[in-house]
């Protein structure tokens, strides 16, 4: 008989030990898939939020204009490179440049950058003609560029016109012009600048050399 009650303890202590066992696993199992599930989750979520979709509105009309809404950290769309800028009284430093890889003849473009701030807005064409000189290097030679301070707020837009500097607007921290600066396109000197008290004309400097303006008051 007690050979009987010490075979059975041995027999449901064995069947107990089994099922432990079987169970340890099957926690493990679940703990990782959990984990992977969780991760693979993560995962998507950051490349969905990284991720950039080009939007494309096509004209209308043989009169209408393609317009574009771009990334350049879409590398379907942009090549980049490191490049060394080097500037006066500053110390040199790497820089990324981005280069259109197939871009669209007559198209508007609306450029961001990693921030989603727009950077770049304008019409790329692959050739253009000012005064008689035809240029046959694809550009944009009517463009503006956006230019933001480290706290995200707009600094300056800087406009090109014929492929030429024509002015550039400054703007505060509350987003009102504080300058307008206007260049000679020929030249590239300055001809005037309008100076503006929390967004109202205040004066503009007339230049009549490189240094030297005079200046007249605005009617306000």
Not at 28 to 47: Q, R, V
Not at 80 to 90: A, F, G, K, L, Y
Request: one cysteine or more.
């Amino acid at each position: 008989m007690k050979v009987l009650k010490t075979m059975k303890k041995f027999k449901n202590t064995l069947f107990k030990k089994m099922n432990e066992i079987k169970i340890i696993p099957l926690i493990l199992l679940l703990f990782f898939s959990a984990i992977s599930c969780n991760f693979t989750t993560e995962k998507h979520s950051s490349e969905k939020e990284n991720s950039i979709i080009s939007k494309i509105k096509y004209k209308k009309n043989t009169s209408g204009t393609d317009t574009l809404w771009v990334s350049q950290n879409d590398i379907s769309v942009f090549r980049q490179e490191e490049v060394m800028i080097s500037r006066p009284c500053s110390n040199p430093e790497l820089q990324m440049r981005y280069e259109l890889i197939n871009p669209r003849n007559e198209a508007y473009y609306f450029i961001y950058n990693n921030k989603k701030q727009l950077v770049t807005e304008g019409k790329y064409t692959n050739e253009y003609t000012y005064e008689g000189q035809t240029y046959k290097r694809g550009d944009f030679y009517n463009v503006k560029s956006y230019y933001y301070k480290s706290n995200g707020n707009l600094k300056s837009i800087h406009y090109m016109k014929d492929g030429r500097n024509h002015k550039t607007e400054l703007f505060d921290n509350k987003k009102r012009l504080t300058e307008i600066m206007f260049y000679d396109q020929k030249t590239g000197d300055r001809t005037k600048v309008e100076i503006y008290d929390k967004g109202q004309l205040e004066e503009t400097h007339i230049y009549t050399s490189f240094d030297d303006y005079y200046t007249v008051k605005a009617d306000n």
